[in-house]
């Protein structure tokens, strides 16, 4: 009798501002520093095919659509709430933060080859990890602008052992099947 192994991965994205700053040349209700998550505020990843778990999954639609406002220059962090995936219907399941990982594509007019914004998972993505990663920061230019100069797409992926994520397949991790779930925060703050 044949088994299915069946992982689900819930990612939850929360946004925390680090430093709020007050302008007083910026008449109200313009935000001094502000991000919308327009979409994609919830991330699955359903593992239940051979291939994801030899490949992994890339894409298939795990996107959030974000736009950062800001008067100021400023820099754009991530981190888990925790320092593991924990097993739902089990918490003594795990699995390492490093199996998941953000590429960032920009959409705005605010350019990313470091010019405007260095954008450091433009090309591979950025693991997940416990303390803050820079995904991206002022480049030799200002990114200071609204919606339309600063708007990104983060391309979240799972076990496909790019970048610097988890270099082992989601096979040979030994995963039990289970649902593990965790809260992805965004901190955007000021760059003086």
Known sequence: MKTKLKILVFILIIF???????AQDIPPPNPDLVINILSGQSIV???DTMDEYKNGIMGGGQSTFIRIGSVYDWKLQFKADQIMFYGT?????TMQL????VVVVSTGTNNDDGSNIINYAK????????????????????NIGYALRNSFTLNWECGTQRGNMNPLRMLDQNLAAD??????????????
């Not at 219907?89 to 399941?93: M, V």
């Not at 490093?98 to 990982?101: A, E, R």
């Not at 779930?181 to 901190?187: A, H, K």
Request: hydrophobic share 45%; net charge positive; glycine share 4%.
């Open 89 to 93: 219907n089990n918490t003594a399941h």
């Open 45 to 47: 990843f359903v593992f």
């Open 16 to 22: 925390l501002a680090r430093f709020t700053v007050r």
């Open 179 to 192: 649902t593990y779930t965790l809260n992805v925060i965004l901190t955007l703050s000021p760059v003086f």
């Open 123 to 142: 090309n591979l993505p950025l693991a997940l990890s416990s303390s803050d990663v820079l995904l991206m920061t002022k480049g030799t230019q200002t």
């Open 98 to 101: 490093d199996n998941v990982g």
